[in-house]
């Protein structure tokens, strides 16, 4: 395959043009990093499976058709629509604009722009170097009561004009015994090819309590990928689930540090794969102390001509005694033309240690399938029946109750959806 | 109502049922006794339509019909119930969900409108405590952590619901203990009529003492080796299964 390049010249004429103010310098140390560094290529372990190409290309073509943002004006009833079957305080990114409209200012939520002040950023990595360089505005967020409404963060971009790129980057820092409730949901309108980017960053304080539920059902011109910092203070605990259902490219890193003890993960993903798509799912934990605990599950449902990769990494750092670390993946393969690389990487360099992984790829189970169509029902109705039951449990620990029938019902179309395809 | 002439049929490269003739009218109980293996889940199994259990010679015949055409979801459909030996668990797939779904594939195939959820609760929780189930039962994955009673009363469940033309039990009886036993009889007792015909797959007698049965046949090494009245099985009970092996092959 022909290899493409990111045309830095181009890119760098497209952050000249971005308004100046407070990001103005770190857009230009961000640029350098990149110019130095590039992206990753399929050459970096880490990217085996997932060839950013179609991002790359996106970009190009977007950097060379005058690189412009949308406005975010025509976005308003798609974020209706979805700001709607949520009952959640928003926050909005569109076209990778900041669009405060939908959020009510609230007590114990302190909201500041990045184009107001950027405080320094973290640029470790050639993504978010990308993600600096071409930031318009950004969002930092400090919770330090718990609010009667969870709050939301809508990342939704509209391509109409071939090929289009933004950028969201948001942090968040929940204060310490607090408790929060996080709905992140990054989403499409319009029909073209997009790049999306994003970098999040969630610091939870000591004895804080994050529950944060990600949905992402991005159209099938989107490429996306995106970033998740995590970092746990003492005696903290985070429950987590994402849900991927769209996107034609999706690459997922989710890192997260447990460098205090006392702190306790969870994290569930729950990923539906159908023809033309590839998701990739790589999930980090950093146990640097103990005692912690980590734990993940995450399903993929792949039917059609797909691909989706999980790989589990955790590594136990020296010292880090009492930890307790599980990861598990399950997939069902529901056509011979679906392809899943899942991988779990357990590094262990402490003593007192309880770690355990597992992953299973299989089919329906076919003796199921035949009792259910004992009862009457036919081979669709069986199967659709069987795969929901897949998903169930997942949705079922969507940790934020206001998301729950929002998820069911997104979770269910895209099922549907899925099973239209032929089996092959 | 069921007409089986000279079925042969084999799992794998296992010949099991080697020429099986049986007739069951409706309004009728049979009851299939044998030793294990003999072959009355495969003939069961056969009758449902497991694709596993490849049909190598012989004709079978429902309601006019050739059965070994039908998918199993069409027998099912047509009023062929069969209540599993083993039944399958199902985790996350709702026991309530799946009932309603089953009843409302028959109904829509009689071109019936769809059951009225009301209603269809109120029968099956009605049902339930007449099998003494609990109805949280209904709330549960199927058939999901069920005790082997508690699985067994679950397919009696599923067949008074469905109230089928043609109903196999196979070896609903194993494992129950008295008061289940009864419980599943009088299930069974409550949906003899002239138009339904049931066949009880049955190892021992046991049930039958709750159940009369009208024929009571013996299968041994994939044949009916013999037929009679409900006083066929207390002989065999007093016998043994050796007798009917002597028999068939003398
Ligand atoms: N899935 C299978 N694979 C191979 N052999 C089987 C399978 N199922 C049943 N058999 C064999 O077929 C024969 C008849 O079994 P079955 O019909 O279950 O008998 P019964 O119900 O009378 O105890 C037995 O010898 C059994 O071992
Ligand atoms: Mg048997």
Redesign the pocket.
Known sequence: MKRVALSIDELRKAVLRLPEGALTAIRAAALANLDEHGLPTVRHEDWKYTNLDAAIDISNRWLSAGATLASKDSLGESIEAIISSVDANWLVIANGQVDMTYFAETRGIEVVRFSESAAPFVMDRPLADLNAALLHDGLRIRIDAATEKPLGLLVIDESNAGAAVSQASVEIVVGPGCDAEIIEHQSSAGKDDHYGNSVVALQVGQAAMVNYVRIQDRHIGHVQTGRLSVSMGKDSRLKMASYDLGGRLVRNDIDIELGEPGSEITFDGLYLVSDGQHIDNHTRVDHRVGPASSSQEYRGILNGRCRAVWNGKAIVHKGADGTDANQANHNLLLSDNAEIDAKPELEIYADDVKCSHGTTVGQLDESALYYLRTRGLDKRQATQLLTHAFAADLIGRAPVAAAVDAIQSLVEARLADLLQEPAS | MLEINNLKSR??D?E?LRGLSLTINAGEVHAIM??????????AQVIAGHS?YVVTGGEVNYMGNDLLDLEPEERAREGIFLGF?YPVEIPGVNNAYLLKAAVNAKRKHQGLDEVDAFEFLKCAREKMAALGMDSKFLNRGVNEGFSGGEKKRNEILQMAMLEPRLAIL?ETDSGLDIDALKAVATGVNNLRAADRAIVL?THYQRLLDYIEPDFVHV?SEGKIVRSGDKTLALKLEEKGYDWVREAASA
């Open positions: 799992i794998g296992t099991i044998g030793p294990n293996g003999s072959g009355k889940s495969t003939l596993d030996q196979d797959v299968l």
